[in-house]
């Protein structure tokens, strides 16, 4: 079945600068790939997505890029924010959605 | 997106008994899932809960332990039967959303001692 590598497990950056995370699939028939935050305490948001006819997708600060050929998609915040602190899971979907292992994002004033 | 609501929002329960949760959505709904969250990890699908039949579970989740019930397109409950302090845990009900995207209630969470 699928499986999804995210990386890295813990990011810090200062107010401003930018954030990337990482993550990679397995299952070639995965054809979306949604990406998460959760606050504490919250449930996980859908931030932003992406379907495998696009290669990247951009709303405001945060964007996502994918690559088929290599099996990644990534998930870039540019001019962070300490309300940007959170941890994002990355998702990909064949038949179900199977999540990533988590990326704890903090952002320093 | 949808409003999806779940009861209770936690719980303290003894082992060897057993927790009902609800998930209620606002519209009708095809797909709908539930998942678990174990203190600071990632989210691992128990079962698809599908309407008019038996859920869909995935490996490592058997019926016994979690029973699913799906009576309509609005609703459907799990069930933690026989509870050991390992099932402490958050338990997420998700609802798929045309065409692709899916949403997240609140979380239900369980505490056994």
């Known amino acids: 079945g699928e499986n999804v590598e995210q990386h890295p497990s813990t990011l810090s950056v200062q107010e401003g600068d930018s954030a990337v995370i990482k993550c990679t699939y397995s299952d070639s028939a995965s054809n979306y790939f949604p990406w998460y935050k959760q606050e504490l305490g919250k449930r996980p948001q859908l931030i932003i997505d992406i379907r495998s006819n696009v290669g990247e997708k951009k709303d405001q600060r945060i964007a996502v890029t994918l690559n088929k050929t290599a099996k990644h998609f990534s998930l870039h915040i540019t001019e962070t924010q300490p309300e940007d602190s959170a941890v994002y899971f990355c998702a990909a979907r064949a038949d179900k959605l199977i999540f990533g292992t988590g990326t704890r994002l903090q952002v320093f004033p | 997106s949808a409003v999806i609501s779940q009861k209770p929002s936690r719980d303290i329960c003894q082992r060897g008994t057993s927790l009902t949760i609800q998930c209620q959505v606002d519209?009708?709904?095809?797909?709908m899932f539930w998942y678990r969250q174990q203190p600071g990890q990632s989210l691992t699908l128990i079962a698809t809960?599908?309407?008019?039949?038996?859920?869909?579970?995935e490996s490592g989740f058997v019926i016994d332990k979690f029973p699913i019930s799906r009576p309509n397109l609005t609703f459907s409950t799990l069930t933690v039967s026989n509870m050991s302090p390992e099932d402490s845990s958050i338990y997420l009900c998700?609802?798929?959303?045309?065409?692709?995207?899916?949403?997240f209630g609140p979380g239900t969470r369980l505490t056994v001692t």
């Open positions: 519209s009708q709904v095809t797909m």
């Open positions: 998700s609802v798929g959303a045309y065409p692709y995207e899916q949403y």
């Open positions: 809960a599908n309407q008019g039949s038996e859920a869909t579970y």
